[in-house]
């Protein structure tokens, strides 16, 4: 039996299993609390797998900022040896 959407088309969306399962299960508290609903239909009947149905559909985005942070340590650790060197 497969499971819908995959672990790995998930992880072509979001870079972090652990962030996955947080994003998810906060969306699937969101859906139970208020029934808002991105898509039209799903395959699931379940909340958390409405939530991945969402995130592998594109209904949901997840904002990767952690390629924006690596990049803002790299350029504060230029800083720093430049300052080293001076």
Do not use: W
Request: no cysteine.
């Amino acid at each position: 039996m497969m499971l819908y959407p995959s672990i790995d088309s998930l992880l072509e969306k979001v870079h972090s299993k652990y962030l996955l399962v947080s994003v998810a299960a906060k969306r699937a508290r969101e859906i139970l609390d208020d029934e808002s609903l991105a898509m039209e239909s799903y395959q699931s009947v379940k909340p958390v797998g409405k939530a991945l149905e969402e995130i592998n559909s594109g209904a949901l985005k997840i904002e990767n900022k952690r390629e924006e942070f690596q990049e803002s340590l790299y350029e504060k650790q230029l800083t720093v040896n430049q300052q080293v060197e001076d």
